[in-house]
């Protein structure tokens, strides 16, 4: 088990830890944190965000205060979480950024058990990321690949957002799964899924930046004329001044950034949600919330033809599929769906199911709870030799 004190018992104390979420990220403490304080562990959560201490759900949030500028939190944030979690003598440290590696493989010499937690692929990712200089990125994605590599051997575990991302891990270490990000029941199963009373909208909600196909996605409804709720955060890669000069723009209702329950109520007024990515190395391959919650919600998608998506919507027959960069494609696919509401409403109602049956954290947390019961701690010679 993850330890021999902890085997048998329900007051192993975790300690998750993140330097870059919020501390109410819907992965992080919402499904993880909160799964495992229902189940009767210990859970401590970490965060740097300036907004003080405070206990919610059964989860002790700890605060360590909010770096300047970036620079800050990858290289002071770090340190003072380090120094932290050596404070509050935390058994098994669950930690969910990159940044965090090193300070994860110095708690794990440290006899800590440590678990790294990979929300994307991050070698992928830098290659895509517009802070970093274009011809430094090959190189900054070859370093992240061989620290995680190194780090991870040392870790008693690894949960990955994905089984591809978990494919990768499973080289370096023995004890890997995939926990997916899909979405909790209990926030949209209720929700009204009364096709007639929807209107002849289209909804995408989640972060909003040009990788994420929000151009083609706003030049596509200068031609198809259609209206769309629009609801997230807008990333450093496009402003909303740049986003309203885009023709198309005057058929979007930007409501900024939403709560979970605006967010159930958004979703219950529309008939088609989208979700056309860019092919990124790190989105071909990633498993979108909004996907799942766009079919949970009872509405057909219209997504990107990435193989991974292709796999899921053909089988489900639960959306369209489209070239991201065409807005033309865009336009017609929502335009056929709103011509034919047999077929749209069809495709929502077997998208919900899929989600009610397979793709929910329901499921998922019963993976998590069997890692954290199974996982066996590695000798000190296997875990740190270096």
Known sequence: MISDKAQGSKTVSICHVTSAHTRYDIRIFVKECVTLANLGYKVSLIV?????????????????????????????????????????????????????LLIGYKLAKKGIQVIYDVHEDLPKQVQSKHWIPRMMRPLVSFGVSHLEKFCSKRFVGIITATPIIAKRFSRYNSHVIAVCNYPLLSELSNLNVNWDSRQDKL??????????????????LSISHLDLELAGLISGDISLENLSKLDGYQYVNYVGVLDREQIADLLSRVKIGLVTLLPTPSYVESLPIKLFEYMLAGI????????????????????????????????????????????????????????????NWEVESNKLNSFYKKLKTCSKSQLYEL
């Open 48 to 100: 740097a965000d300036d907004l003080g201490d405070e206990i919610k759900h059964g989860v002790n949030i700890i605060d360590v205060g909010k770096p300047s500028r970036r620079f800050s939190r990858m290289l002071k944030t770090p340190y003072m979480i380090y120094r932290k979690i050596l404070e509050l003598k935390f058994e098994v440290v669950h930690f969910h950024d990159p940044e965090i």
């Open 203 to 220: 909804s995408y909600i989640g972060s909003i930046s040009r990788t994420r196909g929000i151009q083609e996605l706003v030049i596509s």
């Open 300 to 359: 057909p998608v219209i997504a990107s033809n990435f193989k991974l998506w292709q796999d899921i919507i053909k089988k489900y027959e639960c959306g369209v599929l489209v070239n991201p960069h065409k807005p033309q494609e865009i336009a017609d696919a929502c335009v056929f769906l709103l011509n034919n509401q047999d077929i749209a409403k069809n495709m929502g109602e077997n998208g919900r199911k899929a989600v009610l049956n397979y793709f």
